[in-house]
DNA sequence: TAGATTTCCTATCGATTTACTAGGGAAGTG
DNA sequence: CACTTCCCTAGTAAATCGATAGGAAATCTA
């Protein structure tokens, strides 16, 4: 922990309110099927989000090609595409930039000198590996509450879920 | 990306400059030997590190319990168990705090409605992953550059080098 | 004991990022 | 036209990040 503060929130790899937001806005477009839209407000609503935070991120969904926005008295939000084909590591990296990073670089840009040297590969797979979760689980499996077996082995050790 | 910026390095997930350091100098103390200390001036200068910043990082593993310090003439910095006792998890967890967090919340204190209930255990399988890699890695691994094979078979795959 | 060395502690700093909020314009609907 | 809803730009308070400064405390050598 940094030296002299008390409580410190300061963290080694952490997953954003936008990242959050996005896919839990994702996660209601996907429960209301693809091609029912969904306006901000609701999707605020349901989920406890600042509505006009939200506005900002479902715009770039929007960028990113992952849903169509429509203005207007029956507007609204929808999925681009069927929520079996959009993974989660899709959303978060449209809403909140590259999934790892080291110091601000991504790992391939890295170079560590003696002993360090073999600090890259492993950042790499540490980032192969939640690369591989992330591009893995899809909004539909997320929505539908049945993530695929793997991952739900890994969640079901109960040691996973203790603190430190 | 967040919308009206150009150049975004804003990320889901990252490892600190402070984490990144902590463990580069954990290496050197590493390579050095157990019971070999080195000024913190020189784990600096090896590494490239702001030699200011570092004595405050090596504060923290001290207080961590990770490394011995000694002051004086003869002094300087040493592991306080042998390297291939220290998971890199260690490490990162005392200079950074907790390995992974949702919104600065750790994913058991995390709570999710509707559609969203499964980002809970899917939050805790990325974790486990990470958790299982930086446990599993320790100071003596990297510091011979010897990753276990698993790690390495994962750092292995050229698509894991890629950029998106 | 004097002097040199090196850790240890506190305080501060500028830049950036984060998480929001405000206000209004543009597009679509009835 | 009136109304809704998205869209865009700006701003902002607070926290965090990476780093620096200055000196007190401990330890060693001579």
């Given at each position: 922990m940094r030296a002299g503060t008390a409580v410190m929130d300061n963290l080694a790899m952490r997953i954003s309110a936008r990242a959050d937001y996005a896919v839990r806005a994702a996660l209601e477009l996907a429960a209301a099927g693809e091609d029912t839209s969904l306006k901000a407000e609701a999707i605020a609503e349901a989920q406890g989000i600042p509505h006009k935070f939200l506005e900002g991120i479902l715009g770039d969904l929007r960028r990113g090609g992952l849903v169509?926005?429509?203005?207007?008295?029956?507007?609204?939000?929808?999925?681009?595409?069927?929520?079996?084909?959009?993974?989660?590591?899709?959303?978060?990296?449209?809403?909140?930039?590259?999934?790892v990073s080291?110091?601000?670089?991504?790992p391939p840009d890295l170079s560590y000198v003696g002993p360090?040297?073999?600090?890259?590969?492993?950042?790499?797979?540490?980032?192969?590996?939640?690369?591989?979760?992330?591009?893995?689980?899809?909004?539909?499996?997320v929505a539908a509450a049945k993530l695929p077996d793997d991952v739900l082995s890994l969640a079901d050790d109960p040691e996973a879920w203790t603190n430190p």
């Open positions: 169509i926005s429509q203005r207007g008295g029956k507007g609204g939000y929808r999925l681009a595409r069927p929520a079996d084909s959009i993974p989660i590591a899709d959303v978060i990296r449209v809403a909140d930039g590259p999934l080291v110091r601000g670089v991504r360090a040297e073999s600090l890259l590969p492993l950042w790499i797979a540490v980032r192969a590996n939640v690369r591989k979760i992330l591009g893995e689980v899809t909004l539909a499996h």
